[in-house]
């Protein structure tokens, strides 16, 4: 059994099935996890989600910003373009049920190798250790099976920007979510910078897996989504980048957790 996490499909299915294919994937064997963004923008949105409801029992995957969005789309029976063939599917209730159900940090131990991945959408804040960062995906996860209607409500801006223990409510739910799945840049007090800047610099703009690395011990590791301008590099070899900006017309890529090694294919 192999276990392969891969990048942001968001809805390129046919580069999926090719990827798949490349890593001769086998559903009764191995583990596919999607690191967040399984839809919107792509053309086949529909059918990568068709693809996850049929291999249930090797699939797992992570919740994205666009697979929020697209769960706020169903509860508030919102239209949108790319994402009509989801939103009036005869389906939906199924797909709605499954993402509501996805966290947003899962924890995959390999044990041959004894080494440990974690995988979230953005990444994982300096801010948080590991047990904390799992207790909050979970609130989030609780929170959309209490009253989900009202929380995707309630998810959207930038503020509070930097994680305090003692936030509440629906600051402290959106205030995780942004963390899981919108980060990229931070300040060295951990504030989440989620506006775009031209005036980037090291010292103001800091990548969030500069400050993250030294929270890892030898064989640990995260693995994320979200940032396809650094087209899956880091230069760090414990902090994995796997979006390669499928959708934009470059590459969708996965990694295979056991050896840690690297399967792309191009946008066709």
């Known amino acids: 059994m192999a276990h392969y996490v891969i990048g942001d499909v968001q809805g390129c299915y046919q580069e999926l099935m090719k990827l798949l294919s490349k890593i001769k994937f086998k559903p009764e064997e191995d583990k596919i996890i999607f690191a ?13 989600l068709e693809f996850c409801m049929q291999n249930k ?3 797992k995957a992570v919740l994205g910003n666009h697979d929020f969005y697209l769960l ?4 508030h029976k919102k239209k949108h373009k790319s994402l009509k063939k989801i939103l009036e599917s005869k389906n939906i209730k199924k797909y709605q049920t499954w993402l509501k159900k996805l966290p947003l940090f899962l924890e995959i ?5 004894k080494e440990i991945f974690w995988i979230s959408h953005a990444g994982i804040p300096y801010l948080w250790d590991m047990r904390l960062a799992k207790r909050l995906s979970k609130e989030v996860q609780l929170g959309l099976k209490e009253d989900s209607f009202t929380l995707l409500a309630n998810i959207w801006g930038d503020t509070p920007r930097k994680w305090d ?10 205030t995780i979510i942004n963390y899981f799945t919108r980060m990229r840049f ?5 504030s989440l910078i989620l506006e775009s800047s031209k005036d980037k610099t090291e010292k103001t703009h800091i990548p969030w897996f500069k400050q993250t690395v030294n929270n890892l011990k030898e064989g640990e590791h995260v ?4 940032w396809a301008a650094l087209e899956g590099k880091t230069k760090l070899h414990n902090i994995i980048g796997l979006d390669t ?4 017309g470059n590459k969708l890529t996965a990694i295979r957790l056991e050896d840690k090694k690297i399967f792309q294919v191009r946008k066709i």
Do not use: A, M, P
Request: aromatic residues 8%.
């Open 72 to 75: 706020y789309l169903i509860e």
């Open 186 to 190: 931070l300040r060295k007090d951990g």
């Open 57 to 59: 029992k090797s699939v």
């Open 36 to 48: 967040g963004d399984l839809v919107n923008r792509g053309k086949e949105s529909l059918e990568v």
């Open 165 to 174: 223990s003692s936030l509440t409510g629906y600051k402290r739910l959106r």
């Open 109 to 113: 131990k390999i044990k041959d190798t």
């Open 223 to 226: 693995v994320f989504g979200h």
């Open 245 to 248: 900006g499928c959708v934009w």
